[in-house]
């Protein structure tokens, strides 16, 4: 094995570790927003660490940024569209759970 086989391997096994972690956030979080934000960590980073193996590992320069180009559009619409779901849930009578210590959101629209 070469040494970008090596990183190609630990890269692939960074994202799927972060869309499993993502995954069991989902599962186990209490509410719409804590999952959310569980959910978008893990997509966005679980896809960059793979999409940075893939680009390792392809050799070639053209799939490289393209690769590139995709991990600069997930960074930007990710982000993007967990708030626009977020404040659709908020505006549509979701709350956070009992623990959540401030309701930044709820203070701002009043």
Known sequence: ???IDLLTVALLAVGV???IVGTI???RLPDVFT???ATTKGDTLGAVSILIGLALYSGDL???VKMF???????WANPTASHAIA?????SGERPCEDTLDDAYGRDIE
């Open 1 to 3: 094995m070469t040494l």
């Open 17 to 19: 570790f972060f869309f």
């Open 25 to 27: 956030g989902l599962i």
């Open 35 to 37: 999952r959310m934000h």
């Open 62 to 64: 053209f799939t490289a």
């Open 69 to 75: 180009i995709i991990i600069v559009f997930l960074f």
């Open 87 to 91: 404040k659709a849930a908020y505006r």
